[in-house]
């Protein structure tokens, strides 16, 4: 785990980057689920809220998500838990060695989703939020194996969007009861 580097490298240890992309970190938004028991005429209309399973959700605005994208300093990020030495993810599905990748996602993704604190504030006033009426997200933080310090990013994520207006609750949650309300699209 990066947490340890230091202490396996005072002990006389090397540290080696691998030549193969590795485990990936990203955040997904949960809650923007299409719902199944649309009827046919729904479909055909994109802002019918009848195609939502929780068509109030405010990260249904495109703009919503675009603003929290924005509000995370990811280089901030990679020096605190990667030790600077994570590489940016542009799309969590494909990575640049692989087929089917397209430069356009790199090359958008500073100007789309780069961190961006003007640009925060002004796309949640777009989207009716501000100071009398303030963006409101919940933050699963969750223990995984795998990455145990993952939690605390989550939560350093929290803060990044606090500084920008939103409140933000954090709810912990051990992995059973999240697969368990992932599954019932909760």
């Given amino acids: 785990p990066p947490e340890l580097v230091p202490q396996a490298e005072q002990s006389g ?3 080696v980057l691998g030549k193969a992309p590795g485990q990936h970190m990203f955040m997904a938004f949960l809650g923007v689920h299409q719902n199944n028991k649309v009827r046919p005429t729904d479909a055909v209309n994109p802002d019918s809220s009848a195609q939502w399973l929780y068509p109030n959700s405010p990260l249904l605005d495109a703009r919503v998500r675009r603003a929290l994208n924005k509000a ?3 280089d901030e990020l990679n020096k605190a838990y990667f030790r600077g030495k ?3 993810v542009y799309n969590q599905w494909f990575h640049p060695s692989r087929p ?3 430069p356009a996602w790199q090359q958008n993704f500073q100007a789309t989703y780069g961190y961006d604190p003007t640009a925060v504030r002004q796309l949640l006033q777009e989207s009716n939020y501000g100071p009398s009426n303030r963006l409101k997200v919940t933050l699963l ?3 995984q194996g795998f990455a145990p310090w993952v939690a605390d ?3 350093s ?3 990044s969007w606090r500084a920008a207006g939103i409140e933000v609750v954090l709810d ?3 992995q059973p009861t999240f697969l368990n309300r992932w599954n019932r699209l909760e």
């Fill in 13 to 15: 240890l090397k540290a």
């Fill in 72 to 74: 995370i300093n990811r």
């Fill in 86 to 88: 994570g590489e940016p």
């Fill in 100 to 102: 089917g990748w397209n």
């Fill in 141 to 143: 933080l969750r223990t």
């Fill in 153 to 155: 990013m989550v939560e």
């Fill in 157 to 159: 994520v929290g803060n």
């Fill in 172 to 174: 912990q949650i051990d």
